[in-house]
């Protein structure tokens, strides 16, 4: 008997690169994004710090994978077709689990060493950039947050298995940034790729992974309490009236479904809001944090 494995279209689906730089004196830093594969402005920013450490290698060690889920990422979805699991729900992961879990154990096998781990998310072209934390449990994530400068942190709901929530339970610093872009259809949102791509160059300085001669300032950001999804209670028109990444007061008009106003139930942070569209019953109109402190 005689088999060979023929390859007949690269990639093949079921490996995923990984970048390394530097000479791994000093801190390790990973760069995660496309744990759901349509999140393109994710992955965007991962391809933007591959060539950024290719002509400035890096402090310590940094490791990227731009592409984490390519079975995702080749079918413009969030989750593999393999098996429809989603990736960021079940790490550590098992190594003799479906193909999704065994992706999940070889991610978690590469990032055990690292200092930092950043995974990058997208949370749809309505959506907004923010950053998803677990400042009530670890102290860290108040300093990341801070060094980091983008505005707005919502509360994790603190589903297990998340790549950054698992890393912090086991003593690692992490964060997930949610970025404007990527569902429906793998949208790149550049300027939002740009200002997250500056701002994570001035947390790296931070992390002591790109030199500085200076101090990495605290920016003023905002935490706010876990997320409100305010869904339709009916088949209706809805209609936003203000923008995602806004902030709004108790009381305002963030849109209208058919002629009855959608107001804040607090003051908070608009993370995602529908398109005007015919939104059926139980479906999302907006996704808004409570302010906290
Ligand atoms: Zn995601």
């Not at 936003?240 to 106003?261: F, Q, V, W």
């Amino acid at each position: 008997m005689y088999m060979e494995s023929i390859t007949y279209h690269e990639p093949s689906l079921s490996n995923f690169d990984l970048y390394t730089f530097g000479e791994g004196k000093g801190p390790e830093l990973v760069i995660t994004a496309g744990i759901h594969g349509v999140e393109q402005t994710a992955i965007y920013t991962a391809y933007q710090f591959i060539d950024y450490f290719t002509q400035h290698p890096p402090k310590g060690t940094v490791r990227i994978i731009p592409i984490v889920n390519k079975p995702a990422y080749f079918n413009r979805d969030r989750v593999s077709p393999y098996d429809r699991i989603d990736l960021n729900r079940i790490f550590p992961g098992n190594p003799s689990g479906t193909q999704t879990e065994q992706l999940a154990h070889k991610i978690w096998e590469v990032t055990r060493n690292a200092d930092y781990i950043i995974d990058l998310h997208c949370c749809g072209e309505h959506g907004s950039t923010y950053i998803m934390s677990l400042y009530s449990e670890y102290d860290h994530q108040y300093t990341l947050a801070r060094k980091l400068g983008i505005e707005n942190i919502v509360h994790t709901g603190g589903a297990r298995g998340q790549l950054f929530l698992e890393a912090c339970h086991e003593g690692q610093q992490a964060m997930l940034i949610e970025m404007k872009g990527g569902q429906p259809d793998g949208v790149v949102d550049v300027s939002t790729a740009d200002s997250t791509f500056k701002k994570l160059k001035d947390l790296f300085r931070y992390t002591g992974n790109i030199p500085s001669e200076n101090d990495v300032e605290d920016k003023y950001v905002q935490f706010h309490h876990k997320m409100t999804t305010m869904k339709s209670n009916r088949h209706a028109f809805f209609r936003p009236y203000m923008s995602a990444g806004t902030r709004c007061k108790k009381g305002d008009i963030l849109g209208m479904l058919d002629n009855e106003k959608v107001q804040a139930p607090f003051d908070g942070y608009i993370a995602a809001i529908n398109r005007p569209r015919y939104c059926f019953s139980g479906e999302r109109m907006v996704r808004i944090a409570e302010n906290n402190m």
